[in-house]
């Protein structure tokens, strides 16, 4: 009786154990399964009616709200402006890629010549200073302003920033041609006093060519630029100088910037652009005795309103990832490696060539991330096994893998990261996977090149809220979480 006890204790003991492993693997499984997705209220992904008040964090210098020009904060919508459709925006945004991707494959437009040499490859198919910046409807909808001074007395120019840029302009007065319509007084040259035109004779003026595209001409010995961008914005006229203010303390003498006197184009209500790519012409080459070729800007989603531009690296955060620049083609652009892509836990079966084949850049004015051909096809296919129990939604545009949410409040979406060179990951967050058009119609806010070999673009849909840090002296990008809302 005794061994058989024994027998029944341990038979028993076994069945136990047996079930307390498959209880403790379900829970492992189960906590995986939930730390590999994002369950959210679906409300936290959808446009909204109402403004989220701006929480100004302590970051030095000057500190100025941000929102985006779409969402309910942008006072241009209160004032009844009729805002772009999503089809609209994304059209702009393929025309700014195929600008993008024909530019670094050195053929450009000559916009004096009106000749243009654009392969049909390349085409669409379907101290520390922060500074006001607010997304608006530009060169390619989804960009973002700042508030800048030039001249003396400083006048406030409202300009788009862009990384994928290097010339400061904005329009001047007399406009000899054209100037669109915006909503700051155009800047008048003949009231600073500070004010002066740049010489065809100077190294500036033929250091034009690398920041714009275009050899520059000369009118009665002043140097004039010219500058087009993807979607037949242009803005052409006099080179010059004068005193950039971008804070009560942060004043440079001598700011080189674009006088525009035959302006045109979807620039919104803005007064023009700012440049901050790599070359000696941008703002952030013209500003690095101060600065030292270091920026950082936080992008609002629509409802959010406390996104910043800021220059230099006093009070930067310190719980960053950095991972080193790759080699650039080209002065402007800013290259990154991305060497793998995982979605809801599972690393992507994508060779690291196809995405070092043509490389990838970091754009701040590209709305929608572009994938080389190969990639994006295994991101859709992952994408879309892990979305099976959601009923599937027309495309939108470009976007081809989305979802009709209406019937649900909560939803539970794969992460999605980025693997970078450095041992650098990027968990992006939920406003970051997808691009709304309302409940109805939930899109994969991604979308893919023609084929492997055009270059692949890190939109800014994808780094919203992110704290995303450029120093260019270092050669490095860094970013962390929870930059703005």
Not at 156 to 182: A, H, N, R, V, Y
Not at 338 to 351: D, E, F, P
């Amino acid at each position: 009786m005794a061994t058989r006890s024994v027998l029944l204790s341990s038979s028993f003991l076994l069945i136990f154990l047996s079930f307390s492993l498959e209880k403790s693997n379900a829970l492992e499984g189960r906590k995986t399964i939930e730390s590999n997705f994002h369950t959210i209220q679906l409300t936290s992904i959808l446009p909204s009616s109402s403004c989220k008040p701006s929480s100004k964090g302590k970051r030095g210098g000057t500190s100025l709200e941000v929102i985006n020009k779409h969402g309910p904060c942008s006072q241009l919508n209160k004032k009844g402006e009729k805002g772009q459709t999503l089809t609209e925006i994304l059209a702009h945004d393929q025309a700014r890629v195929d600008s993008i991707q024909t530019r670094i494959a050195a053929q450009n437009f000559n916009l004096f010549r009106k000749t243009e040499k654009t392969s049909k490859k390349y085409r669409a198919k379907d101290s520390k200073t922060t500074l006001p910046a607010q997304p608006g409807t530009a060169l390619s909808t989804g960009n973002y302003i700042v508030t800048i001074g030039i001249g003396t007395p400083k006048k406030d120019l409202t300009l788009i920033f862009d990384t994928g840029s290097d010339l400061t302009w904005t329009q001047c007065e007399p406009c000899f041609k054209t100037c669109f319509p915006q909503q700051q007084p155009i800047f008048n040259p003949s009231s600073s006093s500070t004010y002066s035109n740049i010489s065809c004779s100077s190294t500036a003026c033929s250091g034009l060519k690398s920041a714009t595209g275009n050899n520059p001409l000369c009118s009665s010995s002043t140097c004039v630029y010219g500058i087009q961008y993807g979607d037949s914005s242009f803005s052409i006229g006099f080179f010059a100088k004068d005193k950039l203010t971008l804070s009560a303390t942060d004043v440079f003498d001598g700011f080189m910037f674009g006088c525009g006197q035959d302006n045109k184009g979807l620039f919104g209500k803005t007064a023009g652009l700012i440049g901050l790519g790599r070359d000696p012409l941008s703002i952030v080459s013209q500003t690095s005795a101060k600065f030292g070729k270091y920026f950082s800007y936080c992008l609002p989603t629509r409802r959010g309103s406390n996104g910043h531009l800021t220059f230099g690296k006093n009070g930067a955060k310190s719980n960053l990832q950095f991972t080193p620049f790759a080699s650039s083609q080209g002065t402007s652009f800013y290259f990154i490696d991305v060497l793998g892509i995982s979605v809801g836990g599972k690393a992507l079966a994508i060779s690291p060539m196809v995405f070092k084949n043509a490389g990838t850049i970091i754009d701040s004015g590209t709305v929608i991330t572009r994938l080389p051909s190969t990639a994006y096809a295994n991101m859709r296919a992952t994408f879309r096994e892990f979305m099976s129990k959601y009923p599937r939604a027309p495309d939108l545009s470009l976007l081809d893998t989305c979802y009709d949410l209406s019937n649900y409040t909560t939803v539970s979406i794969p992460k999605i990261s980025f693997n970078f060179n450095g041992n650098t990951n990027m968990e992006l967050v939920p406003n970051g996977i997808f691009f709304v058009n309302g409940a109805s119609q939930v899109c994969l806010a991604f979308a893919g090149n023609g084929d492997d070999d055009s270059i692949g673009i890190f939109g800014n849909t994808q780094q919203q809220t992110m704290e995303i840090v450029y120093d260019v002296a270092g050669e490095k990008l860094g970013f962390g979480y929870g930059g703005c809302t």
